[in-house]
């Protein structure tokens, strides 16, 4: 696979600081910051802001309400894209905004030509990575 320099990937145990006062810190289970966005010195604490793409994965004792409270708190805080992963319905619904939904099936394919040019990923993989 080619490097294409776009951005970081974050794993679970990243914050990201996405409002102040009071302070409200999330972790997805994965994010995506474009490179243009990765500060050039590396600083202690939060991420200040959300990421470009953030990757939330439905655990059994995820509420759908809470989730989808989640799913609009990225979005309101500058998140471009959240994919929410649902291992049960092996589906994963991309968020774009607080009115554009699209529900992938494992017939479909990951794709973000704008945020992710040339990025292309089974559904069915993800679920292959985890189950």
């Known amino acids: ?13 990243t914050g990201f600081q996405i409002g102040n006062d009071p ?9 995506f910051i474009r490179a243009e966005r990765v500060p050039r010195v590396r600083t202690r604490g939060y991420y200040q802001g959300a990421p470009d793409l953030a990757v939330e994965v439905v655990s059994p004792n995820d509420r759908a309400g809470e989730l989808l409270a989640k799913v609009q708190d990225w979005l309101a805080a500058g998140c471009r894209t959240v994919w929410v992963v ?15 939904t699209t529900l992938l099936t ?16 089974p559904v069915a ?3 292959k990575v985890i189950l």
Not at 1 to 13: D, I, N, P, S, Y
Not at 94 to 100: A, D, I, L, N, T
Not at 106 to 121: I, N
Request: hydrophobic share 40%; glycine share 6%.
């Open 125 to 127: 993989d993800v679920f």
């Open 86 to 100: 649902d291992p049960t319905s092996q589906t994963v619904s991309v968020y774009r905004g607080s009115h554009e």
């Open 1 to 13: 696979m080619t490097q294409k320099r776009l951005g970081v990937v974050t794993a679970a145990e």
């Open 23 to 31: 302070d409200t810190v999330l972790a997805p289970d994965a994010a």
């Open 106 to 121: 494992v017939d479909d394919e990951l794709t973000d030509a704008e945020l992710l040019p040339g990025f292309h990923l």
